[in-house]
C-alpha cells in the first residue's frame, strides 16, 4: 500500500504563485510516474502534468509555460510549482502514482493506483 500527502494550497491572488508538494510512503514500487489532478466545484477531475520516471513531462494546455512538475527520488516527493495563477486555476489538487511496465499513460485517470486526499488551492481575482 502506497500512501501520498499533499501540502502546500492556500489562498492566493491572481499572478500569484504556490507550490504543492506531495510525498509517497509505504510500499512504493521501484517504477512509477507521478501526476496531479484538478477538481473544480461541479466539474470533473481534470488532468494537470505528469512526469514519469526518467522525469520525462506532460502538461495540460491550460497550465503550459506557468506551472511545472518536478520530482526528487531520493525523497519520494513530486512538486507542482505553479505561477501566474488564475481564477480558473481555483480547485482540489490531487497527486497521484501509476506504477508501469513499458507503457507509461500520464493523462489518464484510471492508470493511476494511488491517489492523495487533495489539497484546495483558491485564487482570487
Known amino acids: 500500500q502506497v500512501q501520498l500527502t499533499e501540502s502546500g494550497g492556500g489562498l492566493v491572488q491572481a499572478g500569484g504563485s504556490l507550490r504543492l508538494s506531495c510525498t509517497a510512503s509505504?510500499?512504493?514500487?521501484?517504477?512509477?510516474?507521478m501526476g496531479w489532478f484538478r477538481q473544480a466545484p461541479g466539474k470533473e477531475r481534470e488532468f494537470v502534468a505528469a512526469?514519469?520516471?526518467?522525469?520525462?513531462?506532460n502538461y495540460v494546455d491550460s497550465v503550459k509555460g506557468r506551472f511545472t512538475i518536478s520530482r526528487d527520488k531520493s525523497k519520494n516527493t513530486v512538486y507542482l510549482q505553479m505561477t501566474s495563477l488564475k481564477p480558473e486555476d481555483t480547485a482540489v489538487y490531487y497527486c497521484?502514482?501509476?506504477?508501469?511496465?513499458?507503457?507509461?499513460?500520464?493523462?489518464?485517470?484510471?492508470?493511476?493506483?494511488?491517489w492523495g486526499q487533495g489539497t484546495q488551492v483558491t485564487v482570487s481575482s
Open positions: 509505504g510500499r512504493t514500487s521501484s517504477r512509477y510516474g
Open positions: 497521484a502514482s501509476q506504477t508501469y511496465g513499458t507503457t507509461w499513460y500520464p493523462t489518464a485517470r484510471p492508470r493511476y493506483n494511488y
Open positions: 512526469i514519469d520516471w526518467s522525469g520525462s513531462t
